[in-house]
Antibody, heavy 117, light 111 residues
Framework: EVQLVESGGGLVQPGGSLRLSCAAS????????MSWVRQAPGKGLHWVAH????????FYVDSVRGRFTISRDNAKNSLYLQLNSLRADDSAMYYC??????????WGQGSLVTVSS | QSALTQPASVSASPGQSITISCTGT?????????VSWFQQHPGKAPKLMIY???NRPSGVSDRFSGSKSGNTASLTISGLLAEDEADYYC???????????FGGGTKVSVL
């Protein structure tokens, strides 16, 4: 059974940093592109970042480029998102997702990030 | 402002059919078949219902179907059930700007 379990969210002050982790199991992690998608409270879904199988290619939405870093450790079956220079509008549930056939076929339960003073 | 346009809400009675539209441009929906639909119940993670315009993942009911015409994609739910009450989001690959776009979501209510 495919499982994606996020951790690392919490309350952080504006300008602060957090590192989200996603533990993957039930599939060959190193064979898949992976993504982070976020959802502000009561709002819609927004793609944040994408990483290829060996971590050599990364892509970001303009609003987080230069502040967030997506990475992975295939030996640990783990995906990460480093969030720096956090702003109030970064507050959201962050979902770890597996990229399937031009879509996201499995989602974790999410990790909540709240940016507030 | 979401890049893909969906109606805010759709409602119908059990057993009826509904169709949710998702309108984009020739740079996204109109140019590629990489359109997906997701179902999200309150407090839960999204679930993939349709990928590549009209393909259903294993385990998704055949009451759910997808299609596309020009710059607009559609999700049809037939034989509406109470359990179908949820938010539905479309997404598409895009060739300019942000490569992955979502719609603003449609709340489906079963009367």
């Amino acid at each position: 059974e495919v499982q994606l379990v996020e951790s690392g969210g919490g309350l952080v002050q504006p300008g602060g940093s957090l590192r989200l982790s996603c533990a993957a199991s039930g599939f060959t992690f190193s064979s898949y592109w992976m993504s982070w998608v976020r959802q502000a409270p009561g709002k819609g879904l927004h793609w944040v970042a994408h990483i290829n199988q060996d971590g050599s290619q990364t892509f970001y939405v303009d609003s987080v480029r230069g502040r967030f870093t997506i990475s992975r450790d295939n030996a640990k079956n783990s995906l990460y998102l480093q969030l720096n220079s956090l702003r109030a509008d970064d507050s959201a549930m962050y979902y770890c997702t597996r990229a399937g056939v031009w879509s996201w076929d499995y989602w974790g339960q999410g990790s909540l990030v709240t940016v507030s003073s | 402002q979401s890049a893909l346009t969906q109606p805010a809400s759709v409602s119908a009675s059990p057993g009826q059919s509904i169709t949710i539209s998702c309108t984009g441009t020739s740079s996204d929906i109109g140019g590629y078949n990489h359109v997906s639909w997701f179902q999200q119940h309150p407090g839960k993670a999204p679930k993939l219902m349709i990928y590549e315009v009209s393909n259903r993942p294993s385990g998704v009911s055949d009451r759910f179907s997808g299609s596309k015409s020009g710059n607009t994609a559609s999700l049809t739910i037939s034989g509406l059930l109470a359990e179908d009450e949820a938010d539905y989001y479309c997404s598409s690959y895009a060739s300019s700007g942000t490569p992955w776009l979502f719609g603003g979501g449609t709340k489906v209510s079963v009367l």
